[in-house]
């Protein structure tokens, strides 16, 4: 089945958007939802053990500028058979202006769920979207310890580390539907997931609609990492570790909590 989805050219024709594509129908993208996904370019976190880095450093090579008409041609095409437009990055908050030309017009002229899994730490244009009301689900990975996944000198990440507390707090407000993705590294002492999981579950305490993904951090040869040595020391925890952290999240009063013994990248 086609629907057809009005002309957009000359509406959206000058939104720029920078991606590698995009996939019609996912069934790994968000738990238990079926998704049409898009990939922007581009994020202001060097996480080592990114798998979609070179996404996030615009490589020229799989960075382009996005057909905004054929996109959704194809999403209006998939309609039927998706629960969310789910958009993922990189970081796709890094390009909030043409994002949210896009999700305005999805919105009104396509009638489809969105999704946006973006790093909580770029507060402002969240807080645009969401006063928006053009998202109806994120997802955002929880990396503990913060200083250790971030990427950056323990000063920086400090800092980004108290803008994703005062954005959970903010989807906490308006208690948008939100995956929390935890990605388990190996060796890490559970004493980091009791504090720093306490401060972000704090955050979440009138939320009444989100729910935990523990899932481990994998390395070469099912992903192509940033950091391969910091991959060789951190990825492929154990299964019991994954267990444990469950234990401390459940500990913490979270009653939604899917553990994944192995990752499907999409």
Not at 156 to 177: C, D, F, H, M, Q
Not at 214 to 243: A, F
Request: some cysteine.
């Amino acid at each position: 089945m086609t629907i057809t989805v009005p002309e957009t050219r000359g509406k959206l024709g000058r939104v720029k958007l920078i991606g590698s594509g995009w996939k019609p129908v996912s069934m790994v993208d968000v738990y238990n939802s079926v998704t049409f996904t898009l990939w922007l370019c581009g994020c202001n976190l060097r996480c080592p053990f990114c798998h979609n880095w070179r996404l996030a450093i615009n490589d020229i090579h799989l960075c382009h500028r996005i057909d905004v008409g054929k996109l959704l041609e194809d999403l209006g095409s998939a309609k039927p058979l998706i629960d969310y437009l789910h958009i993922t990055g990189g970081e796709p908050l890094t390009q909030y202006r043409g994002l949210m030309e896009l999700l305005t017009y999805v919105r009104d002229s396509i009638g489809v769920d969105t999704s946006i899994n973006t790093n909580f730490t770029l507060y402002k244009p969240l807080e645009k979207i969401l006063g928006e009301n053009l998202v109806d689900h994120l997802a955002t990975d929880l990396k503990i310890p913060y200083h250790l996944l971030y990427g950056y000198s323990e000063n920086i990440a400090g800092k980004l580390w108290r803008l994703y507390l005062k954005t959970l707090s903010l989807v906490a407000e308006y208690n948008t539907p939100l995956e929390l993705r935890i990605p388990v590294a190996k060796g890490i002492d559970l004493d980091e997931y009791v504090k720093y999981g306490g401060q972000a579950i704090k955050q979440l305490e009138k939320h009444s609609r989100f729910y935990i993904i523990i899932q481990p951090l994998l390395g070469p040869p099912i992903t192509t990492p940033r950091n391969e040595e910091w991959c060789r020391e951190y990825c492929d925890p154990g299964e019991d570790e994954l267990d444990r952290v469950a234990g401390v999240f459940k500990k913490l009063g979270v009653d939604k909590i899917i553990v994944r013994k192995t990752l499907s990248l999409g």
